[in-house]
């Protein structure tokens, strides 16, 4: 049987597949820019559903639902499972975002503000820098090959039409978020403390010299000092990359163990 006379006997096992698949579309890292255009994004989406629906009938028959509304429900529970590998990957940048915004208001760039066609939002500079050099690495070391196979592997882990509502899922999900906190101060940490140590100095060359004008030196400071240490930790920068998207894969496949 060739794959288009299994498309048309599984018209409907198809449409549950393309929409799991485009799930990642809307919220991914890379897959989910808003700089790529729709119909792109859905002729991708497209692709693979077709290359993926052979592996996923090997797997066993599907029966899709037979009334409107259980199909429908059905068609949120696919999506559901593709926005949530998404999101899971989504949240490892939102801790980078969170990062350039801190080091923004440390070193003095919280005025400036760069449209990011990715996402259609205003970022400070330094985020924009550190977002843009994530995705370089998340790209060089793979990261958007191991999205894809967590798509093709949610399809053994959650066969279509099996996700069972879990509460532990919402807990999972809090966690991930939460943790956008620590790992965004973790990034930002350093050049936070070397500003603070600045301040400091400032504070004290201030008290003991009232005839300086302590803000004329002290921004430039700020700013050198905050650039200086951003250019030393970047190879340091790009090495937790690699462990965080490590990590972000490992919550993927926690995210779809939940929905068993």
């Not at 350039?100 to 990011?116: C, E, H, L, P, S």
């Not at 820098?129 to 196979?149: A, D, R, S």
């Not at 943790?179 to 400091?200: C, D, E, Q, R, S």
């Amino acid at each position: 049987m060739d794959l288009f006379t299994l498309l048309q006997d599984h018209a409907a096992v198809f449409l549950l597949m393309l929409t799991r698949c485009s799930g990642i579309f809307m919220i991914a890292p890379f897959f989910g820019s808003l700089n790529i255009p729709v119909m792109v994004r859905a002729a991708a989406a497209f692709l693979f559903a077709v290359v993926l629906f052979p592996v996923v009938d090997g797997l066993g028959p599907v029966e899709a639902p037979t009334s409107v509304l259980m199909y429908t429900a059905a068609v949120l529970e696919e999506l559901f499972i593709g926005w949530l590998i998404g999101f899971v990957a989504y949240v490892c940048f939102s801790a980078i975002h969170m990062a350039g915004k801190v080091m923004d208001m440390q070193v003095g760039f919280a005025i400036v503000n760069v449209m990011d066609p990715t996402s259609g939002q205003q970022i400070p500079l330094i985020g924009s820098f550190l977002y843009n050099l994530g995705l370089i690495v998340f790209l060089v070391t793979n990261g958007h090959h191991m999205i894809i196979t967590a798509l093709a592997e949610s399809f053994r882990v959650v066969p279509l039409l099996t996700m069972q509502p879990n509460l532990s899922l919402t807990m999972i999900m809090v966690n991930f978020t939460n943790g956008v906190f620590v790992t965004g101060m973790k990034i930002a940490m350093p050049v936070t403390f070397a500003i603070l140590l600045v301040n400091v100095a400032l504070g004290i060359l201030a008290r003991t010299m009232p005839q300086m004008n302590i803000f004329v030196v002290g921004i430039p400071l700020q700013l050198m000092v905050g650039v200086g240490i951003l250019a030393m930790l970047l190879p340091f920068y790009v090495m937790f990359l690699g462990g965080m998207f490590d990590e972000m894969y490992g919550k993927i496949s926690i995210a779809l163990q939940a929905l068993q």
